[in-house]
């Protein structure tokens, strides 16, 4: 079965400091990896899509690592910002299948000041 | 320029009634995706709308569930009969084009049914 799984649920951190999040997945065939920000109440923005040939990628303060052996992927955030508080979504695309995307249930960052 | 539009913005509906909502993506896009995100749950995929191709219904979760795209463009999810389980947060998104590795799919505000 398809599935992406995250970890943590959520997460609590002091503005400034590092996060790392994780996205696990069994998606096959693999296409792509994405990872999303949601605000509350907003649509998903793109952050970053990475393809299996990908390692890793970043987007400003946002950096994704892709591992296809071990089908597992982070975002890491550098010096957090309380604008930075958001679900994160790990999305995992199948081959060749625009609109199946595999999505997990997100992580939900906190930024404390 | 604008990015994808929905209404309405909430809907709160009786058990029972039927309810329209819609999405305007964005200009020139071709590719259409529905999703359904319930409370403490990931988004779930439902319908896609690709050109003027048949739309691939494969996760519409039941018959009552229905969508159209007039002219290439915006689209109608309609919920017959609904449900308390349909409570959730409708999001629609577009993309330029469909399957290739570096479409980015840009999301809608969504709209949230609550069915009492």
């Known amino acids: 079965k398809n599935q992406v799984e995250q970890s943590p649920q959520s997460l609590i951190i002091l503005e400034g400091k590092n996060c790392t999040l994780q996205?696990?997945?069994?998606?096959?065939?693999?296409?792509?990896l994405r990872w999303y920000k949601q605000d509350t109440g907003r649509g998903p923005v793109s952050l970053t899509i990475?393809?299996?040939?990908?390692n890793t990628k970043s987007n400003g303060r946002y950096t994704a690592t892709l591992d296809a052996d071990t089908k597992q992927s982070s975002l890491h955030i550098t010096a957090s910002q309380l604008s930075d508080s958001a679900s994160y979504i790990c999305?995992?695309?199948?081959?060749?299948?625009?609109?199946?995307?595999?999505f997990g249930q997100g992580t939900e960052l906190s930024v404390k000041p | 320029g604008a990015g994808v539009s929905q209404s309405p913005s909430n809907k709160v509906t009786e058990k029972g009634k039927d309810v329209e909502l819609r999405c305007d993506p964005i200009?020139?896009?071709?590719?259409l995706y529905w999703y359904r995100q319930s409370l403490g749950q990931g988004l779930e995929f439902l319908i896609y709308?690709?050109?003027?191709?048949?739309?691939?219904k494969s996760g519409l979760p039941s018959d009552r569930f229905s969508a159209e795209r007039t002219g290439g463009s915006v689209s109608t999810l309609t919920i017959q009969r609904t449900q308390q389980e349909d409570s959730a947060v409708y999001l629609c998104?577009?993309?330029?084009?469909?399957?290739?590795?570096?479409?980015?799919?840009?999301f809608g505000p969504g709209t949230r049914l609550t069915v009492l």
């Open positions: 996205c696990n997945y069994t998606v096959s065939p693999f296409s792509n």
């Open positions: 990475m393809t299996f040939s990908e």
């Open positions: 200009s020139g896009h071709t590719a």
């Open positions: 999305v995992v695309s199948t081959y060749n299948q625009g609109g199946k995307l595999i």
């Open positions: 709308f690709q050109g003027n191709s048949a739309p691939d």
């Open positions: 998104a577009s993309s330029s084009r469909a399957g290739g590795v570096t479409d980015t799919q840009y």
